[in-house]
Nanobody, 121 residues
Framework: VQLQASGGGLVQAGASLGLSCAAS????????MGWFRQTPGQLRVFVAA????????YYAESVKGRFTVSRDNNEKTVDLRMNSLGPEDTAVYYC???????????????WGQGTLVTVSS
């Protein structure tokens, strides 16, 4: 399984940024997809998840209303649209895939390499 995340960068507070993750080596439609983030010295924390069909989405309270997760089962991609970014959103963002959203949110899935998002104040 390979999960290739892209789209990180440096933005100013209040800006928007989009991340994308391309998956290969798995039957994409059989997996829930999502995002975690990690800051130095901290554990990875859940950010957002989307179920296999894309019908249901889940968000951490800290990003609810600002971030939107979506997927394209034909393209085998999962995106994270981040609006109203603040310095507290600065982190390495990781794409993840798991058989269920429950397992995904418990960090029991496959991981990609991270992409760094830096938000300046």
């Amino acid at each position: 399984v390979q999960l290739q995340a892209s789209g990180g960068g440096l933005v100013q507070a209040g800006a928007s940024l989009g991340l994308s993750c391309a998956a290969s080596g798995l039957t994409f439609g059989d997996f829930a997809m999502g995002w975690f983030r990690q800051t130095p010295g901290q554990l990875r924390v859940f950010v957002a998840a989307i179920d296999r069909s894309g019908e249901h989405t889940y968000y951490a309270e800290s990003v609810k209303g600002r971030f939107t997760v979506s997927r394209d089962n034909n393209e085998k991609t999962v995106d994270l649209r981040m609006n109203s970014l603040g310095p507290e959103d600065t982190a390495v963002y990781y794409c993840t895939a798991a058989q269920t959203t429950t397992r995904l949110r418990s960090a029991l899935g496959f991981w990609g390499q991270g992409t760094l998002v830096t938000v300046s104040s």
